[in-house]
């Protein structure tokens, strides 16, 4: 069963479906890897290396030499300007690989002018580590996607895999690790994670899930389950979690350029008057809040905010005098970035 809870927009409320675990986590050994390579860049309009570079010369020299003409030398290449030294980068999936996969080459120049109009001759791509086996192919015709950035291409689908590359979860004690996403990498939500796991997964028996830290959980496999390891992963991955269990602390999200502001809803204030533009609020606590009538909401008046639980006020009742004012999104930040300074905004503040 979907376990649903609810958000309030624009005074509307709309039901949200319970996440996965999936959707929070990653697994260990199920990260992009890296090929890398240099080759050369050929049928360039002149705006090659030509003689000032002796490696890209040397380069096509072995090249030349390997395919028809053993007699070539740097030094006669050396105004070959139709052509460039380039290194290259390919990222594979998460999800591993296997042999005839084809994926994008990321094509970058050492001292041409411009990669337009080029082509990549046949190199060989291999893995970060030295003395590295060769995992792939590469060639083919480049794309500058951007043409105030010419000496970087791409080339979609230039990168032929010659062997096949596998995802490895379990490690040598039949465990799997979930890593926490960043935005949700806190001791309790990692703690929260770990019992649901543990209710879940294994309700009569001993704990199979354990919270390392903030950012791990080390899930035992069982011992049954490892030889075919896929469907207790899923069973895993595919765990509901309420919404209400994401304990990702209090925190403040801003983007000056759109005006955004994303914050969780317990964000506290302390009791704090702000006056700015002419607009003065107070935030005060139940007990110091006044017995008569509630003020006309205007501009140059003092507001109070009344908070709805106890701790005092929340930058959710900030948030409704604001809409209440019209206040526009620079005085809305402005205000926001005060009261933190101050120390009155119990949440962590990011600036995006």
Excluded at 1 to 10: E, K, Q, R
Excluded at 23 to 36: F, H, M, S, Y
Excluded at 124 to 142: C, H, K, W
Excluded at 325 to 349: C, W
């Amino acid at each position: 069963m979907v376990l649903t809870a609810a958000i309030a927009l624009s005074g509307h409320v709309l039901p949200v479906a319970a996440v996965q675990v999936q959707d929070l986590v990653r697994i260990k050994g199920a990260e992009a890897n890296k090929l890398v390579g240099m080759g050369i860049v050929v049928g360039l309009k002149g705006t090659g290396d030509g003689g000032k570079s002796a490696s890209a010369m040397r380069s096509l020299a072995s090249a030349i030499q390997q395919l028809n003409d053993p007699t070539a030398v740097a030094a006669e290449l050396k105004d070959a300007k139709n052509v460039a030294l380039v290194t290259l980068s390919v990222s594979l999936p998460a999800s591993g690989v296997r042999e005839g996969d084809q994926v994008d080459v990321h094509v970058s120049s050492i001292a041409a002018k411009s990669l337009e109009g080029g082509r990549l001759f046949l190199c060989p791509m291999i893995g970060p580590a030295r003395n590295s086996p060769i995992f792939a192919y590469a060639e083919g015709a480049l794309i500058v996607e951007d043409k105030n950035i010419p000496t970087v291409a791409v080339i979609r689908k230039g990168a032929q895999l010659t062997k096949d590359i596998f995802v490895q979860y379990l490690d040598e004690g039949g465990r799997i690790t979930l890593v926490l996403n960043d935005s949700v990498a806190t001791l309790p939500m990692a703690s929260n994670l770990a019992s649901l796991i543990n209710g879940y997964l294994s309700p009569d028996g001993p704990n199979i899930a354990k919270a390392i830290d903030q950012k791990n959980v080390v899930v035992d496999v069982p011992t049954q389950e490892r030889r075919d390891a896929t469907p207790f992963i899923s069973s895993v991955l595919q765990t509901y979690v309420d919404p209400q269990m994401i304990n990702t602390g209090a925190r403040v999200v801003i983007n000056e350029k759109t005006g955004t502001i994303v914050f969780s809803h317990d964000v506290q204030i302390s009791p704090v008057g702000v006056t700015h533009r002419g607009l003065s609020i107070n935030m005060v606590t139940p007990e110091a809040q006044p017995t008569e009538d509630a003020p006309r909401i205007e501009r140059n008046h003092t507001v109070g905010i009344d908070p709805e639980n106890r701790g005092g006020a929340k930058l959710a009742d900030l948030i409704k005098v604001f809409n209440q004012l019209k206040v526009d999104a620079p005085d809305r930040i402005a205000i926001i970035k005060e009261i933190h300074r101050s120390g009155k905004l119990h949440a962590q503040l990011i600036i995006e």
